[in-house]
């Protein structure tokens, strides 16, 4: 029995990372109805600037803050440089400049800093009060740094006019012009917050797997699995999604299948529970006239 | 057309055409092997480009069928003794029926969700190749080596012999030549009608009386059929199959493919082809270190130039041209 | 007195195709215009080119009260911020939001909070069915509904111009009905000028002040509301009654 809660609470310390994944590819789509596929190679290369700078000798949470700062930044950037341009392309246009930048951001990380895998601290204490059987001072502290975030977005959007003309501005750009929105800036806006969240994560994850540029791969799909279980357009879902997909990814691997298939399984019954709810667990059903 | 129009396009046809068969004897063998790898990855991308451009189902996944249509041809030829050229059907046949399968769950999901779908699938097929209990089948982790057909005929043309690769060229090229007519026989008739409309408005399709459920299953199974062909048919240019060779990035190169070539378009599937076998190389020249960040570059550039892919920039320049004559 | 908008040779493309041929028509500040014609005239197209939605040369001449400012060139966002409210075809609600939340939108550009609100509460009592659906999604209105939800959400932005596509499409009569006497009553009151795209061309004359009629993208005849109404041989011959 102690085993079995020993898993549980080890697949929820990694849903955690999944989930602020997942937050963060949520966030890109409420603002651009677009996946960003090359949402974790930003994350990644985010914290190798963090890392970077504390090399250089920058206090943690300096560093951490900066970082966030200039990610927000960098994303904003990359969507009016790079994305503007192909704006009224096709959807898959799209995804295939994605793809380029996920290569792009993948080899810049590796070009800047090598590929030597990298310890990344935490700002957490390991012999902290907070620590206990079942969590590391870090797990909590990143679930405390999570659920933050996650306050913040929810009342972002819930109460903020910018919040929901960002809503508007991705569900239909048309109306939202002629309301006065500055479509192409909340996209910018959308991207810029995305690419924070991913700092914020990428910045959770290193000191657990340890930083080197391909970091971020097998995460962006349990991320995207967990959004996807939790419903696209829901920013508490796909947290919740992305720890129910931790839980299930170490469940998986300790009973049933053996590491190298649980990656396989976890897809398997994740894209089952969507053929049966097609919306995600707590997706909103959107309803449209014929 | 006028008259005049219609003789120029039997004139480059035909040139078009004899320089097809001249080609392998201008080049070396290596060349030709690429080549031959251009014809293969042109008929996996016809294949998705019947489900993802004009049918509008994204499939990040297609590299499992090309795999399941190589392993089959591999275990037919090694195991079974099946000459090469009968695995092609064969591996179309078993393609479609798991194409068929997968349509159905596909149903329920779209967008994203689908493209999530398949994509574990791409993930799943290393894994499952691996697994020790089909061993003996497939030849796990080493995978299986093939022999290359030997040409049934030898002769000599401009001074070089019909070699293995030359032979399996011009075998490609017809087989090339006929699934591209196949489709293209599909897709101008009801069913080419029937894939788009379900793409752009299914509730109106439905109720103009197609069967959703069972058209979009087919289509996933014959875009599947067509993908394992070519892969049955990649299985016999490389003479080897293994599980490594067909990883989450042939999925993700096939749509490459098909967007470069341009969605919805026939021809297309020959410039995406030509794509993803050489832009690699091209990216790999420019830079030894960082080639991944040459590729990414190209891409995206090249999505700047042609978003509508290279047959839309075509169509696109064809309309200026015959805007400025009508004009 | 200056007019409200000045088009001159307005010409509208999409794409490379053009579908307004030096079109002129100007609108006074406090009236209704209407423009009729057939489908394909080009009447929805003059509402598109007045927000720069679709590609325009020419002039369009705004004395919104800021002087006089020039449309064309500008974001479709630009004009809206300038007092150009557009009610267009297919109504164009944020379907997945709730209807508050359209009409929230609808004043997005403004900084007057309690007149904001003060504006919602306006539109509830003008629309009693929307009250009722306040927290619904858009998406599930009738189409009636949907029809106020627009035309409220427009006027939370307190438009010096409003402009409105086709709003009788797809309504039943007695909805027609209704909608259109709050739009006489929304111009009286609160002095919105208003420009009227409709093919009801009965139910228009009997609302605007003055009236265009397009034909294939060009101005075939203009004048006041009524006189084209009382004019049989051009009722017959252009409207078709």
Known sequence: ???????????????????????????????????????????????????????????????????????????????????????????????????GLLLIFNAMSGMLFDHTIKSFASPFPKDSVLASKYFSAHQLGSAGVLLVVLVGLFLFFKFTSVGLAMRAAAQNPDSAKLVGIRVSWMLGLGWGLAAAIGAVAGMMVAPIVFLDPNMMAGILLYGFAGALLGGIDNPLGAVIGGLVVGVLENLLGAYVIGTELK???????????????????????????? | MKPLDRKWVWFWSVLLLVGLLVLPFLVKNYRVFQFNLVLVYAIAILGLNILTGFNGQISLGHGAFYAFGAYTAAILMDKLGVPYWATLPAAFVVCFCFGFLVGFPALRLAGHYLALATFALALAVPQLLKYKGIEGMTGGVQGLVLTKPEPPFSFRF?????????????????????????????????????????????????????????????????????????????????????????????SIFLLVGVVVGGLASIPGAIFGGIFIQFVPNIADEISKSAPAAIYGLLLIGFMYLLPMGVMGGVYKFWMRMRTKTAG | MAKLLDAKKLCAFYGPTQVLFDVDFSIEAGQITTILGANGAGKTTTLRALCQVVRTTGSLDFNGGDGSVQ?????????VRMGVAHVPDGRGTFTALSVEDNLKLGAYVRKDRA????????????????????????????????????????????????????????????????????????????????????????????????????????????GPAQTIKNDESVRRAYLGY
């Not at chain 2, 080419?192 to 009386?209: E, K, Q, Y």
């Not at chain 3, 449309?71 to 004009?79: F, S």
């Open chain 2, 158 to 250: 401009l001074d070089q012999p019909l070699s293995a690769d030359r032979w399996l060229y011009f075998f490609s090229l017809a087989v090339a030549g006929l699934m591209f007519l196949l489709a293209w026989n599909l897709l101008r008739g009801r069913v080419g009608r029937a894939l788009i409309a379900v793409r752009d408005h299914p509730i109106a399709a439905t109720a103009m009386g197609i069967n959703l459920p069972v058209f979009k299953s087919m289509t996933f199974g014959v875009s599947a059929g067509i993908t394992g062909l070519a892969g049955a048919l990649g299985a016999i240019v490389v003479a080897f199959v293994s599980p490594d060779s067909f990883t989450v990035n042939l």
């Open chain 3, 71 to 79: 449309l064309v060139g500008k974001a479709t966002e630009t004009v």
């Open chain 3, 115 to 222: 007149e904001v609100a003060r504006d919602i509460d306006k539109a509830y009592a003008r629309f009693p069915r929307l009250a009722e659906r306040r927290h619904q999604q858009a998406g599930t209105l009738s189409g009636g509904e949907q029809q106020m939800l627009a035309i409220s959400r427009a006027l939370m932005l307190r438009p010096t111009l409003l402009l409105l596509d086709e709003p009788s499409f797809g309504l039943a009569p007695l909805i027609v009905t209704e909608i259109f006497r709050i739009m006489r009553t929304i111009n009286q009151e609160d002095g919105v000028s208003m420009l009227l795209v409709e093919q009801n061309a009965n139910l228009a004359l009997d609302l605007a002040h003055h009236a265009y009629l397009l034909e294939t993208g060009t101005v075939a005849l203009s």
């Open chain 1, 263 to 290: 990656l396989t399984v976890a897809l398997v019954l994740i894209v089952g529970t969507l053929t049966l709810r097609p919306d995600g667990l707590f997706g909103k059903k959107v309803v449209t006239r014929v």
């Open chain 1, 1 to 99: 029995m102690e085993a079995f809660l020993h898993q549980i609470f080890s697949g929820l310390a990694n849903g955690i990372i999944y989930g602020s994944v997942a937050l963060a590819l949520v966030m890109i789509y409420q603002a651009t109805h677009h996946i960003n596929f090359a949402q974790g190679e930003m994350a990644t290369f985010s914290t190798f600037i963090a890392w970077a700078l504390i090399q250089a000798g920058w206090p943690y949470w300096g560093a951490f803050f900066f970082t966030v700062a200039v990610s927000f930044l960098g994303g904003l950037l990359v969507q009016r440089i790079v994305l503007r341009p192909i704006e009224k392309a096709p959807v898959l246009t799209n995804v295939i400049v994605f793809i």
